[in-house]
Every structure is written in C-alpha cells, then in structure tokens.
C-alpha cells in the first residue's frame, strides 16, 4: 500500500532504505524523545521487523518520502506496542529536523490516521508522546487524536493520545460538511 499526500508519499520500507534510514536514527535530533541514536545495526534489526510487519499483512511503518524531492525525509506509521499491560497500535512518525516546523508531520500522520480507519478498519489507534515534545503534541491534537492518560512508557514520561473509529467518522463526516459548505459558497 503506498500512502500519497499533496506533499509526501508514503511507501513501504525496502531494504535499500538501510543506508539513508541509517543516517537519520544517528541523527541526535531526530532520535531526540526517544531511547537516543540507534546505530547501523540497530537500524538495520528496526527495519527488518517493519519489513517483516508489512509481508504478514499488519500494520507497519512507512518510508516518507519528500514528493518534490524524491528524498526520504523519515517515517510514519505503525509501532506494536504494549503500554500499562495492553496491547495497542501506535501511529509514530519522525522526520528528519530540516523538514520541521512545514507541517509534514500532520500532514504524514493524518494520511495514516485515515489509513488505519477507512482501509484498515481498526477499531483504536494511540499515540505515544513524551511529555516534553510539544511539537508532537500539536500534530497528535490536529489530526482529533485526545489525551487519553498519562504514563511511564519505556521510563519516559508519557502522554498517551488516541482515537477509536466513532471519533474518527464523526471528524470525516464534519469535515466533509465544511468542504461542501465551502464549495457552495465559491459558486
């Protein structure tokens, strides 16, 4: 499945994505509000699993791909998580920091966000975000995810957002309200 936006593509990994990903989970920020810097094996076993994730048919992480560019700038997607004792998919995304503050993340998460929902027909979806990251925290609260509870996730303190499918189709009906709205208005 490839994910397509007005700015992104968002493709499966492929393992020719190891030398450029390698580069971005070096990268201090980027990794920043994580576990730190994952070196090139460490990168190489993360990706491994999501290619594994994605051939089985579940939910996986996505390359994000600048589509003026053709740059991969990051990723987006699914993480399999377990937090306070429940199993749960995580919608996780990173960038690398040049392609901050353009709202590519929004953009990249709200395609997946919609992914989960319409094609995936998930029930639930979260977001893990570390307390201090506010940038996330926006992107998490733009795209109608709320703050659900706060946590301890892997000795970090936590905020975890989520939206069930309710939510999500009461959003998409509202917003397909306001686009026909405006489109009457034009006339």
Not at 37 to 60: D, E, Y
Not at 63 to 90: M, N, P, S
Not at 133 to 151: D, F, L, P, Y
Request: with cysteine.
């Amino acid at each position: 499945m490839i994910l397509q936006t007005a700015r992104l593509i968002l493709r499966p990994f492929a393992e020719s994505d190891l030398e450029l990903m390698g580069e971005l989970m070096a990268n201090e920020e980027f990794m920043r509000f994580s576990m730190g810097p994952m070196t090139r094996q460490q990168t190489a076993a993360f990706l491994q699993k999501v290619i594994r994730w994605n051939h089985a048919g579940l939910p996986s992480q996505f390359a994000v791909i600048e589509r003026e560019t053709g740059t991969l700038i990051g990723y987006c997607g699914f993480l399999h998580q377990e937090v306070d004792g429940a199993k749960e998919i995580e919608i996780g995304y990173r960038l690398h920091p040049d392609f901050w503050n353009r709202g590519l993340a929004t953009e990249a998460a709200r395609a997946v966000r919609d992914h989960a929902f319409r094609d995936l027909q998930l029930e639930r979806v979260i977001s893990l975000i570390h307390s201090d990251n506010h940038a996330s925290c926006r992107v998490t609260e733009k795209n109608g995810m709320t703050i659900e509870k706060r946590t301890t996730f892997r000795g970090f303190p936590t905020i975890v957002f989520s939206m069930n499918q309710q939510s999500w189709q009461r959003q998409a009906r509202s917003a397909a309200c306001r686009s026909m709205n405006s489109s009457a208005k034009a006339r």
